[in-house]
């Protein structure tokens, strides 16, 4: 199902109301084979050639287990450019969204932002159908916004504009083209509201700085030099940073928590950007050189952790006490990830704040679980919770190490051309799930993977002690599918059962 762009519904907002609730100023930190057995006996017919999904499909999901390995199974394969979506299927996290009612601002109230309307809990990733819309509607509102923002923000917006563009070449990943619109879509939101005559001005100086911010950081990340998979990882934290937006703008929020959450959006993509572009500070006189802190390397994966703080605050099923907690940690620890890129940060302030900002990354790693599993998400079966986990996992994961951990269990052709991009996985069965993917000859293919040595390969790629910070809610759907392996089969799934920590 298409999602309904968040920037609509604002026109059921009332921009009195909108006024009046945000009228303090907020400080900124600125073919299908046979069924296949449930431990891994292999299919022996073809997989179902799938409607082939337009150029480029939509985004990744997709594992398998090295555990017990069968025969390849014989997947299917269409040409990137070719027409249909391979149908749909649901994912696991939904957002909130702006609404009219009013609320004091600085209240810290169990009132939290209503859901959109468009999404709904248990959808997988985009189909390519819809994406090939989605992207079309986005370019249409950021148009439409070109001609109503103060002029200081039209270079952005045609900087966004070309970003989104360029997405219909045929070598553009199914989930980097999900990602770039989905945050471009945050940003009209945003954009909206900015050209509101109702609303304040400082609120207006905040969302104009984070709009600068965020589209500069997509400039960087989408130059050529940036490898692929690191790419892909930077704009899933640009996506799930600016997935906030709607809360930032919503005049339900309160005050204290939307000031919480512009810093981080702020903060993170300073970051980012800095971490990407080379430019990394010098630790004897502030200018541009080697980094000697962790490096690029570490302040991405913190920014990641930044990322995965911002869906599970974002995410309607967060109670408002869990929200604020955890934002008011997350804030925190993008403070100081600012401080540790800052250039002008002196080595003996840039040492003090790493190890300040390491002590706060494994307190906010803990609030994340704690949050993230105070959420009221259903049962789901078997499949369908497999199903939520693997398309989790392949979003937030290099495709070399599924690769790595799946290649015993991946087909013959898959493993022979290469795999450009785990696009997602669908519920086929109680033991299997469809895997779609995209190859590295650019060619969209569909193959069955059983769900038993899918799911435990995938738990070693990704352990207990980064669930949560990775896949967010999801995290939950893999401890649902262990559960049940392990209480109805008796099949232990990596560590994903075990206490934190232990």
């Not at 930077?234 to 709607?246: E, G, N």
């Amino acid at each position: 199902m298409a999602r309904i762009s968040r920037r609509y519904v604002f026109h059921a907002a009332n921009a009195s109301l909108l006024a009046a609730a945000l009228a303090l100023p907020v400080g900124m930190t600125i073919a299908v084979p046979d069924s296949q057995s449930l431990t891994g006996g292999a299919a022996a017919a073809p997989a179902q050639t799938p409607e082939p999904p337009p150029s480029p499909p939509s985004p990744p999901s997709d594992t398998t287990d090295e555990n017990t390995a069968p025969p390849s199974p014989s997947p299917t394969t269409e040409p990137s450019d070719s027409g249909d979506s391979g149908g749909s299927s649901d994912s696991g996290d939904s957002t909130d969204s702006p609404t009219s009612p009013t609320s004091t601002p600085d209240e810290t109230s169990d009132d939290s932002p209503t859901p959109d309307p468009g999404e709904t809990d248990g959808q997988t990733p985009e189909d390519p159908a819809d994406l090939e819309t989605e992207s079309d509607e986005v370019t249409t509102s950021l148009s439409e916004e070109r001609e109503k923002v103060p002029e200081e923000l039209a270079p952005a917006v045609d900087t966004l504009m070309d970003i989104v563009g360029a997405l219909d070449a045929p070598e553009t990943l199914p989930q980097d083209k999900e990602g770039i619109i989905e945050s471009a879509e945050n940003l009209a939101t945003a954009l909206e509201v900015i050209s509101d005559p109702n609303t304040p001005p400082e609120l207006r100086k905040q969302l104009t700085s984070l709009v600068k911010q965020v589209t500069s950081t997509l400039e960087v990340i989408n130059d050529p030099r940036v490898p692929p998979e690191e790419r892909s990882m930077l704009i899933l934290v640009v996506k799930r940073t600016t997935s906030t937006l709607d809360i930032i703008c919503d005049p339900k929020t309160p005050q204290n928590l939307r000031g919480m959450l512009i810093s981080i959006v702020d903060d993170t993509h300073y970051a980012l950007e800095r971490s990407t572009d080379g430019t990394q500070p010098d630790s004897t006189n502030g200018s541009q050189g080697p980094n000697e802190s962790k490096g690029p390397d570490q302040e991405q994966s913190t920014a990641m952790l930044l990322g995965s703080s911002s869906e599970i605050v974002h995410d309607r099923r967060t109670p408002p006490k869990e929200r604020e907690k955890l934002a008011h940690i997350t804030q925190q620890v993008s403070s100081l990830l600012k401080k540790v890129t800052d250039p002008k940060t002196s080595q003996k302030e840039r040492s003090e704040a790493q190890k300040e900002l390491d002590e706060r990354t494994t307190h906010m790693k803990e609030q994340q679980e704690e949050s993230a599993s105070a959420q009221d998400r259903p049962e789901e079966s078997l499949g369908k919770a497999a199903a939520l986990c693997t398309s989790a996992i392949f979003e937030a994961t290099p495709e070399s190490s599924i690769m790595r951990g799946l290649e015993k269990l991946v087909p013959a052709q898959w493993e022979d051309e290469g795999v450009k991009d785990f696009y997602k996985a669908k519920e086929k069965s109680k033991e299997q799930l469809d895997v779609l993917a995209r190859l590295r000859n650019n060619e969209n293919s569909q193959a069955p993977f059983d769900v038993v040595p899918l799911i435990t390969a995938l738990a070693e790629i990704v352990p207990r002690d980064r669930l949560f910070g990775y896949l967010t809610g999801s995290a939950l759907y893999c401890q649902q599918t262990a559960s049940y392996l392990d209480k109805e089969f008796g099949i232990t799934v990596g560590t994903w059962l075990t206490r934190a920590g232990g």
